[in-house]
């Protein structure tokens, strides 16, 4: 059984800095492209980051966080990392790692989500 797990949430005051991880574990065959989204209370899911597996990788972010989160993965460990810095109240929302993975229990690759992580910037 294929699981994304996401770490790293919490309380941070304005201007502050978290780091996101999302580890993907179970029978995988393949791991391509990787996803941070957010949901903030009321609104949208929306994209955030996105890295593939392509060497070099390739990175995309969302406007409002260009300059401020940094998406990384570490292959090896299966991992995805969000950096977030300069955290501001609008930051705040339930941050979800999603990933492309061709599990061995799977005829063809898919999305999977975790279960998704709470991040509040606030005073």
């Known amino acids: 059984q294929v699981r994304l797990v996401e770490s790293g949430g919490g309380l941070v005051q304005p201007g502050g800095s978290l780091r996101l991880s999302c580890v993907a574990s179970g029978s995988i065959l393949s791991l391509s492209t990787m996803r941070w989204y957010r949901q903030a209370p009321g609104k949208e899911r929306e994209l955030v980051a996105s890295?593939?597996?392509?060497?070099?990788?390739?990175?995309n972010y969302a406007e409002s966080v260009k300059g401020r989160f940094t998406i990384s993965r570490d292959n090896a460990e299966k991992t995805v990392y969000l950096h977030m810095n300069s955290l501001q109240p609008v930051d705040t929302g339930v941050y979800y790692c999603?990933?492309?993975?061709?599990?061995?229990?799977?005829?063809?690759?898919?999305?999977?989500w975790g279960q998704g992580t709470q991040v509040t910037v606030s005073s």
């Open positions: 890295i593939t597996n392509s060497v070099p990788v390739e990175t």
């Open positions: 999603n990933a492309v993975i061709f599990a061995a229990t799977d005829l063809a690759p898919r999305d999977y």
